[in-house]
């Protein structure tokens, strides 16, 4: 008897050495994306000892709403390239473990799909679309209206890749989505061609303004790196995240451990912040969360445990993650997220 394949499978599967390139991988020589990991590594913890909380509380709020852990996965494309549990997957293990969920524009898997696994969850984070904002505005309020309907309660622009190109490691691997993979969130065809015709279409902070009059949902920035930016977004937008896209689109951008706290300054409790890029363990996350990020975005470490184990690789990993940090929040004396401060660190190869 011979197994039917899973309706997933692509029309010339690839390499998996070629997807891990593609998932782990970044852009030029990898500086930043190596970067990225190693800054939260160089920061010290200095917590003060005999102030031990008798419980420990991990719940941020955001946008109006309470849930139980400071942390979303991060929008990454193509899941389902990963695991047959592809985005659904993830969604329901993030809901099932009170984590939120950004759905990327270029995820596998139809929006409304991922919604229905995740809405139904009690404990659930947040669930939000990332848009890449291929075609016209109008192609981009179309989707935006798509995922409001149903269900998604805030959509994050990225405005850090309007030219995106191969990373060295995914082009020496030979990685090539198949011609019928399927991306059924689309707007519009993303741009492809010669630089200009991407450039033409690159969107600017008039068009911010425009989908945030027109948005059903609130509106929040991701790839935000420069003080004065945050700046502009904090009065135009409902939230920002400090990203650099995980080291995959420039490289040399500085790692946004050390971007955030000029970020958090600029901003001044305006609107909340996120972080993501490099954070590997909880205790990174507690870091992020002590210099001002008001919650954090988790990438390739979700991905690892997606492709390993599916969901309940991916819930098995929050339930560590959230371990972790309780753990490390009691022994730095901190009941809740916001007894955070950069109080309790200190910089510089660990000099006080
Ligand atoms: C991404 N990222 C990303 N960002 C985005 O806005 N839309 C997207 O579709 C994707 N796709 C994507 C695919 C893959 C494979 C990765 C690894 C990343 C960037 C992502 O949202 C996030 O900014 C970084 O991944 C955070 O860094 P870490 O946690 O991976 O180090």
Same mark, same amino acid.
């Given at each position: 008897m011979t197994a039917s394949p899973p309706d997933t499978t692509p029309a010339a599967p690839l390499a998996a050495a070629a997807i891990r390139a593609y998932f782990e991988g970044g852009a030029g020589d990898e500086v930043t994306l190596r970067a990225n990991a190693a800054a939260w590594r160089a920061i010290g913890l200095r917590p003060r000892v005999l102030a031990t909380p008798r419980q420990v509380d991990t719940q941020v709020t955001l946008l109006g709403r309470r849930w139980p852990t400071p942390w979303l996965a991060a929008p990454m494309a193509h899941l389902a390239l990963a695991h047959p549990d592809a985005e659904r997957g993830l969604a329901l293990a993030c809901a099932a473990q009170g984590a939120g969920l950004v759905l990327s &524009?270029?995820?596998? &898997?139809a929006l409304e799909s991922v919604a229905r696994a995740v809405l139904p969850e009690p404990q659930r984070g947040p669930l939000w679309f990332q848009l890449y904002p291929y075609g016209e505005r109008e192609d981009w309020l179309r989707l935006v209206q798509r995922a409001h309907r149903a269900g998604y309660e805030a959509v994050v622009l990225t405005v850090d890749a309007p030219v995106q190109w191969a990373g060295e490691r995914e082009r020496a691997s030979g990685f090539a989505l198949p011609a019928d993979w399927p991306q059924p969130n689309l707007p519009a065809r993303p741009e492809t061609g010669t630089l200009e015709a991407l450039l033409a279409r690159a969107p600017d902070w008039d068009d911010v303004a425009w989908l945030r009059s027109h948005s059903p949902l609130p509106l929040l920035l991701k790839g935000i790196t420069h003080p004065a930016d945050a700046d502009r977004a904090a009065d135009l937008c409902d939230g920002l995240v400090v990203s650099n896209h995980g080291g995959r689109? #420039?490289?040399? #951008? =500085? =790692?946004t451990a050390a971007l955030l706290p000029a970020v958090v300054e600029a901003v001044q409790g305006r609107c909340p912040v996120l972080v993501d890029g490099g954070l590997r363990r909880a205790t990174d996350v507690l870091k992020a969360l002590a210099l001002g990020a008001n919650a954090v975005l988790v990438g390739r470490p979700l991905v690892a445990a997606l492709a390993q184990g599916g969901a309940p690789g991916v819930a098995a990993l929050w339930r560590r993650w959230h371990d972790e940090l309780r753990g490390a929040m009691a022994l730095c004396g901190a009941a809740t997220i916001d007894a955070l401060t950069p109080a309790l660190l200190c910089h510089g190869a660990f000099h006080p």
């Amino acid at each position: 008897m011979t197994a039917s394949p899973p309706d997933t499978t692509p029309a010339a599967p690839l390499a998996a050495a070629a997807i891990r390139a593609y998932f782990e991988g970044g852009a030029g020589d990898e500086v930043t994306l190596r970067a990225n990991a190693a800054a939260w590594r160089a920061i010290g913890l200095r917590p003060r000892v005999l102030a031990t909380p008798r419980q420990v509380d991990t719940q941020v709020t955001l946008l109006g709403r309470r849930w139980p852990t400071p942390w979303l996965a991060a929008p990454m494309a193509h899941l389902a390239l990963a695991h047959p549990d592809a985005e659904r997957g993830l969604a329901l293990a993030c809901a099932a473990q009170g984590a939120g969920l950004v759905l990327s &524009t270029q995820a596998s &898997t139809a929006l409304e799909s991922v919604a229905r696994a995740v809405l139904p969850e009690p404990q659930r984070g947040p669930l939000w679309f990332q848009l890449y904002p291929y075609g016209e505005r109008e192609d981009w309020l179309r989707l935006v209206q798509r995922a409001h309907r149903a269900g998604y309660e805030a959509v994050v622009l990225t405005v850090d890749a309007p030219v995106q190109w191969a990373g060295e490691r995914e082009r020496a691997s030979g990685f090539a989505l198949p011609a019928d993979w399927p991306q059924p969130n689309l707007p519009a065809r993303p741009e492809t061609g010669t630089l200009e015709a991407l450039l033409a279409r690159a969107p600017d902070w008039d068009d911010v303004a425009w989908l945030r009059s027109h948005s059903p949902l609130p509106l929040l920035l991701k790839g935000i790196t420069h003080p004065a930016d945050a700046d502009r977004a904090a009065d135009l937008c409902d939230g920002l995240v400090v990203s650099n896209h995980g080291g995959r689109v #420039l490289d040399g #951008l =500085p =790692p946004t451990a050390a971007l955030l706290p000029a970020v958090v300054e600029a901003v001044q409790g305006r609107c909340p912040v996120l972080v993501d890029g490099g954070l590997r363990r909880a205790t990174d996350v507690l870091k992020a969360l002590a210099l001002g990020a008001n919650a954090v975005l988790v990438g390739r470490p979700l991905v690892a445990a997606l492709a390993q184990g599916g969901a309940p690789g991916v819930a098995a990993l929050w339930r560590r993650w959230h371990d972790e940090l309780r753990g490390a929040m009691a022994l730095c004396g901190a009941a809740t997220i916001d007894a955070l401060t950069p109080a309790l660190l200190c910089h510089g190869a660990f000099h006080p």
